[in-house]
T-cell receptor
Framework: EAGVAQSPRYKIIEKRQSVAFWCNPI?????LYWYQQILGQGPKLLIQ????????DSQLPKDRFSAERLKGVDSTLKIQPAKLEDSAVYLC????????????FGPGTRLLVL | AQSVTQPDIHITVSEGASLELRCNYS??????LFWYVQSPGQGLQLLLK??????LVQGIKGFEAEFKRSQSSFNLRKPSVHWSDAAEYFC??????????????FGTGTLLAVQP
C-alpha cells in the first residue's frame, strides 16, 4: 500500500512570495490533515478535511494560508504572501474514519522563507 | 484545554542501555494516545497507540508504553537501545474535532542520542 505522498520536498522562497504544497493521501482515506512543524516544536494542526469538507481550520492563518481538497482526494496548501515565520516543515497526514483513528504521515515539505 | 508535556528535551543513552521517555497529558475524557518517531528529514512514523483495554501496549521496533490514568502519563520504554533508535520522539493525544475523527495534539518532542 502506498503511503502519503507530498511534493515538493524542499522549497526556498523570498518573503512576500507565494508557494503551494501538494498532498496525495493513502487511497481510501477520507480524512486529510495539514500540520505545521516549526523547528524545535511538535507539529501543530492547520486544517483538517473530511472528504472535501473542512472539519477544523481554527489554527489556519486565513489572511495568508488557504487549502483545498476539491475532489476529496488530493489537497493543496497555499501561502500567499509568505513571511519569515512561515519557515517550517509542512506535514500532510491521512486517516480512515473507520476503526483505528491512526494518522499516517507523509515525508513533509521543508519550507525556508528568506 | 488539551495538552501534552514531554519534560525531557534531549536524552543521551548508551547503546544496549534501557530507555524511558516521559509523556504527560491533559485531557478531559479517556484519551487516545500515540507515540511517533521522526528521523532527520523524514515524516512521522507511528510506534504505538493506546485507545482502550490493556494499559501496557506493545509497538514496533521493540518499544512499549504504559498508560497510567492516575498519573496522566504515557511513558515510552525500550529495554535495550540500538544505535538506529537515535531520532526525535513525539507523544500525542487525539482530541475529537467537530464530531469527526480526531486531531493530534503533540508534545514538543524528545531528541534521543545513542552513544556507542
Amino acid at each position: 500500500e502506498a503511503g502519503v505522498a507530498q511534493s515538493p520536498r524542499y522549497k526556498i522562497i523570498e518573503k512576500r512570495q507565494s508557494v503551494a504544497f501538494w498532498c496525495n493521501p493513502i487511497s481510501g482515506h477520507a480524512t486529510l490533515y495539514w500540520y505545521q512543524q516549526i523547528l524545535g516544536q511538535g507539529p501543530k494542526l492547520l486544517i483538517q478535511f473530511q472528504n472535501n469538507g473542512v472539519v477544523d481550520d481554527s489554527q489556519l492563518p486565513k489572511d495568508r494560508f488557504s487549502a483545498e481538497r476539491l475532489k476529496g482526494v488530493d489537497s493543496t496548501l497555499k501561502i500567499q504572501p509568505a513571511k519569515l515565520e512561515d519557515s517550517a516543515v509542512y506535514l500532510c497526514a491521512s486517516s480512515s474514519p473507520r476503526g483505528s483513528e491512526t494518522q499516517y504521515f507523509g515525508p513533509g515539505t521543508r519550507l525556508l522563507v528568506l | 484545554a488539551q495538552s501534552v508535556t514531554q519534560p525531557d528535551i534531549h536524552i543521551t543513552v548508551s547503546e544496549g542501555a534501557s530507555l524511558e521517555l516521559r509523556c504527560n497529558y491533559s485531557y478531559g475524557a479517556t484519551p487516545y494516545l500515540f507515540w511517533y518517531v521522526q528521523s532527520p528529514g523524514q515524516g512521522l512514523q507511528l510506534l504505538l497507540k493506546y485507545f482502550s483495554g490493556d494499559t501496557l501496549v506493545q509497538g514496533i521496533k521493540g518499544f512499549e508504553a504504559e498508560f497510567k490514568r492516575s498519573q496522566s502519563s504515557f511513558n515510552l520504554r525500550k529495554p535495550s537501545v540500538h544505535w538506529s533508535d537515535a531520532a526525535e520522539y513525539f507523544c500525542a493525544v487525539g482530541a475529537w474535532s467537530g464530531g469527526a475523527t480526531n486531531k493530534l495534539i503533540f508534545g514538543t518532542g524528545t531528541l534521543l542520542a545513542v552513544q556507542p
